[in-house]
């Protein structure tokens, strides 16, 4: 059963392009959410897609979107790409059964780098 | 403004003894805790959960305790062992976690030595 997969695993990118990292969710899991783990500290939730529309999001500007298609994948795209935006991203995915407490599974990550 | 706050970055251990990672919020409004364990170019792995209408789950040799008048949980490790070496996140949520959206603690990492 594969798990959450993520790619790339790394990349490069200079100051003010754009990037799309992707994202498969697990198996059976219709929920993806979104991360960014900066150096030093926990990540961070940036949004969350469920039936192909933004339910949640966090703290993060405009230039951070996303888009989640039919078969439950999904995008994170960055626009205007700072140095700050380096980071390891992260996907999680999860199944919505309407119940409490479902847990969270994550992919490796994407490692971006600004320069 | 950190709503979820675990003050020791690291803790070391000798294989064999206990492990306790500590982990303490300010949002009064969570209801739902989760341990994730972190080895080096891996994504986070769930290790364990509590809802906030209980004081203990245990699985395992893992144990994760809720003091929700001190808003203070905290991971218990028994025995340690060296593969259990790594950064271990706390994270809570609201909605019983079905939301989705973790709010996690900067991490403590945990080297368990033989």
Redesign the interface.
């Known amino acids: 059963d594969a798990g959450?997969t993520q790619s790339p695993t790394h990349l490069i990118k200079t100051r003010g392009q754009q990037v799309t990292l992707r994202c498969s969710p697990k198996s059976g899991h219709d929920?993806v959410?979104w991360?960014q783990q900066a150096l030093?500290?926990?990540?961070?939730?940036i949004f969350?897609y469920y039936e192909e529309e933004e339910?949640?999001r966090?703290n993060f500007p405009d230039r951070f979107s996303g888009h989640q298609f039919p078969n439950y994948s999904s995008e994170l795209n960055v626009n205007a790409l700072l140095l700050g935006d380096s980071a390891l991203y992260?996907c999680?995915s999860?199944l919505?059964?309407?119940?409490?407490?479902?847990?969270?599974?994550?992919?490796?990550?994407t490692r971006l780098t600004v320069v | 403004d950190q709503q979820v706050k675990q003050n020791s970055p690291s803790l070391s251990v000798q294989e064999g003894r206990i492990s306790i990672l500590n982990c303490d919020y300010t949002n009064s409004m969570f209801d739902y805790f989760l341990w994730y364990k972190k080895y080096p170019a891996e994504g986070p792995t769930f290790l364990i959960s509590i809802s906030s209408i209980k004081d203990k789950n245990e699985d395992g040799r893992f144990t994760v305790f809720l003091n929700k008048s001190a808003k203070h949980l905290s991971l218990h490790i028994v025995p340690s062992q060296p593969g259990d070496s790594a950064v271990y996140f706390c994270a809570a949520s609201r909605y019983g976690g079905s939301q989705g959206n973790l709010i996690f603690g900067k991490g403590t990492k945990l080297s368990v030595k033989p």
């Open positions: 959450v929920t959410s991360y030093g500290q926990g990540p961070q939730f969350q339910r949640q966090g992260l999680a999860s919505d059964t309407g119940r409490m407490n479902t847990e969270a599974f994550f992919g490796q990550g």
